[in-house]
């Protein structure tokens, strides 16, 4: 499976050409290969603005949308590097705030892959690397790295004490079982606390960090790690749901009226919660309007996204379309309950909450766990395949959907035939919510049928 997109752009089509070419050889782990690419860079990593690091399973990308919309509402100016990318590449790389432009890419990843040919770096490690010298050569006043996969091992982890300002680690799960649980000597054997131990990977010596709140046993894990590298201080904070939004609370002070975070779904508020903790621990201190603010203006593309306008929009489908890149257990927890508790949603639906269902997923997710958690939602399930992924058969979807209890099931062979099968039939007075569910693969083709990339 490749995860390198394409570009209208002839010279980034070439180095993109050049990045598919690019695997992680098999048993090779560590930071070594970075390390020596980074060097042969000029060590751009040590040339950052103050860095906000984000671990975790779910929530590090909302986490890191609510760091970047409260800093820009504080007046500064923010380096950002997340993945995966939904439609371009570009959006792995966004430069004092805007997405690096192509002109600008093809030389900076052709300067990247040339000074690593003979390393054989990732995908992901040419990335970074290509983040890293891209954010040192423009001024910011913080930079916000978003961590691939685990932690302990990620590219991003190359980081040194000295340039990252605060860590942060989001909700946990099982997810990415085959890297993250691969058996290795010395480490937790329970597989959550395998992934505490792997995510506090990235948590540096005398710098501070901030955690969603965690089970009891596995909070010790994390803080285990943290005392064994000498991380610290570890804020301490709790966020409290209240009528119109929360109430964010920390050994120190307190933050009394916040608003509901614009991203929909009640978990958003641990999310936004997690962000303020961050900050609140570093040295950039945003005032009280600047997170107000920010929880406002936040915006993060495929996690309960809604949308009615776009070239899917006009077509008189009838239907308001919600967007969701959620692959695991939690993930579909957190859609189901979005649209079941988030008062904003139930006002929309007026009525018990049923959607339709566009569900698309790759092989190596669990396709029968996503699906039962989501199927008091749902009111037909369509499976679809990804194009150009390993995923479930979309018979298979509809098969599991079956079993837990979905009755309306289908298959169809690409999105437009989904909705168009969703449209058979439909009372023209019929208001139906649909979802797109199951993969950030999925996700991307929806935003780029719609014509709505991220920007």
């Keep these: 499976m490749k995860d390198f997109g394409t570009s209208d752009d002839p010279r980034v089509q070439a180095q993109l050409d050049r990045l598919a070419q690019l695997s992680l050889p098999k048993g090779r782990i ?4 970075i390390c020596l690419l980074l060097d042969r860079l000029g060590n751009p990593q040590r040339k950052l603005p103050p860095v906000f ?4 399973t779910n929530g590090k990308g909302s986490t890191c949308a609510f760091l970047r919309a409260i800093l820009e509402a504080d007046g500064k100016t923010v380096h950002i590097t997340t993945s995966p990318h939904l439609v371009r590449y570009n959006e792995r790389i966004r430069i004092a705030g805007n997405l690096i432009e192509d002109d600008a890419l093809g030389p900076l990843l052709e300067e990247v892959l040339d000074a690593g040919e003979d390393l054989g770096p990732s995908f992901f490690e040419v990335t970074i690397a290509a983040a890293f010298l891209a954010f040192s050569r423009t001024p910011a006043d913080a930079c916000i790295v978003e961590v691939g996969l685990g932690g302990r ?24 079982e085959r890297f993250l649980l691969a058996p290795e000597d010395g480490v937790p054997e329970k597989p959550l606390h395998r992934i505490a131990f792997e995510k506090a990977g990235i948590l540096k010596k005398d710098t501070p960090f901030a955690v969603q709140p965690l089970a009891e046993d596995v ?17 301490d904070w709790e966020a409290v749901r209240t009528e119109n939004g929360f109430e964010y609370r920390d050994s120190s002070d307190r933050l009394n009226n916040l608003p509901k975070p614009a991203l929909p779904g009640d978990y958003q508020i641990s999310n936004a919660g997690l962000a303020i903790a961050m900050l609140r621990a570093s040295p950039l201190k945003p005032g009280l309007n600047a997170v107000k603010n920010g929880l406002q203006n936040a915006v993060w593309p495929a996690r309960m996204q809604n949308f009615t306008e776009g070239k899917l929009g006009d077509i008189d489908y009838g239907f308001d379309f919600w967007l969701d890149g959620g692959h695991n257990l939690d993930a579909a ?7 079941q508790n988030d008062g904003r949603l139930s006002k929309i639906m007026s009525g018990p909450v049923k959607v339709n269902v566009v569900m698309g997923m790759l092989e190596s997710k669990d396709a029968e766990g996503f699906i039962r958690e989501i199927a008091p939602i749902a009111r ?5 395949p990804i194009p150009g992924h390993d995923h479930h058969a979309p018979e298979e979807l509809a098969r599991i959907a079956q079993n837990a209890g979905i009755a309306d099931i289908a298959t169809a062979a690409n999105v437009i035939d989904a909705l168009n099968l969703l449209n058979t039939g439909r009372p023209n007075d019929a208001w139906q919510p649909t979802a797109f569910l199951g993969s950030l693969y999925l996700a991307g083709e929806v935003l780029r049928l719609n014509g709505t990339p991220p920007e």
Aim: charge should be negative; include cysteine; proline fraction near 3%.
């Design 30 to 33: 560590g930071l070594d290969t």
């Design 53 to 56: 690091h984000v671990a975790g």
């Design 153 to 176: 091992f990620d590219a991003t982890n190359i980081l040194e004490p000295d340039a990252v300002a605060v860590s942060g680690i989001a909700a946990l799960g099982i997810d990415h």
């Design 219 to 235: 909070h010790a894990i994390v803080t285990a790690q943290a005392a064994s590298v000498g991380a610290g201080p570890c804020c």
């Design 333 to 339: 927890r957190a859609v189901r309950e979005a649209f």
């Design 380 to 384: 037909r399930l369509v499976g679809i």
